[in-house]
């Protein structure tokens, strides 16, 4: 079963704007931790933040803000003064803590436009 | 002082033939990982070794045989090579058994079978 729903049709973004992609997970396992990834163009997969399941705060990484929502089973990031290097694909992560696997989900395409 | 990288980048080749994929990490982790990402982009791990032990061995076709000779280096060998094997392989390394521990991905290696 997908226990990484990223379901965002490939999204344009004015430069300098926020956007947010949506990441919702589904785990029975208390001991988490999700990760987003940037892959661009070039292909190489970028680890851009982190947040674990017992974190009080939502994760900050610069321009990187992850939105935490435990009860929602939601981990939306938001990246902020959009750059057209951020023009990539993002996939959301999530790692069980009894599970040495990452599994990922489909991806979301962002494009950056000037 | 690349983290962790694999050869080749590219590997072009004829149905029916064998090849070897390499990949190499220099972060001192004790787990390393193969992925595959298809056309659609969707990644999906492979298999995975913690030390040199195989500890992951996804629903892979046994042509497909990990060889870790040790916890440093993770190599993919394929036999008999398919026109469905064709797809970009990423090596990565992590942690040992930590959920809150990124993987760290090598560039991809872009296999075309034809």
């Known amino acids: 079963a997908q226990k990484i729903t990223q379901t965002q049709p490939g999204m344009f973004v004015q430069e300098k704007e926020a956007v947010t992609l949506d990441c919702t997970y589904d785990?029975?396992?208390?001991?988490?931790?999700l990760f987003w990834y940037k892959q661009p163009s070039s292909g190489e997969m970028i680890f851009l933040i982190y947040?674990?399941?017992?974190?009080?705060q939502n994760a900050t990484e610069g321009r990187y803000s992850l939105n935490f929502q435990k009860a929602r089973k939601s981990a939306n990031l938001v990246i902020s003064a959009s750059q057209l290097g951020d023009s990539a694909m993002y996939f959301c992560a999530m790692r069980e803590g009894g599970n040495n696997r990452l599994a990922f989900g489909k991806g979301n395409q962002v494009v950056v436009i000037p | 002082d690349t983290a962790v990288s694999q050869t080749p980048k590219y590997l072009v080749t004829q149905m029916g033939n064998d090849k070897s994929i390499k990949c190499e990490q220099n972060?001192?982790?004790?787990?390393m990982y193969w992925y595959k990402q298809d056309s659609k982009k969707f990644l999906k791990i492979m298999f995975s070794?913690?030390?040199?032990?195989?500890?992951i061995n996804e629903t892979v076709p046994n042509r497909f045989s990990p060889k870790s000779p040790d916890k440093a280096h993770l190599n993919l060998h394929i036999n008999s090579l398919e026109l469905g094997d064709s797809a970009v392989y990423f090596c990565?390394?992590?942690?040992?058994?930590?959920?809150?521990?990124?993987?760290?991905f090598g560039n991809g290696t872009r296999l075309t079978v034809t």
């Open positions: 070794y913690n030390n040199k032990e195989l500890i």
């Open positions: 972060l001192g982790h004790d787990t």
């Open positions: 947040q674990g399941s017992y974190d009080q």
């Open positions: 990565a390394s992590s942690k040992r058994g930590s959920y809150n521990s990124p993987l760290h």
């Open positions: 785990t029975s396992d208390p001991s988490y931790g």
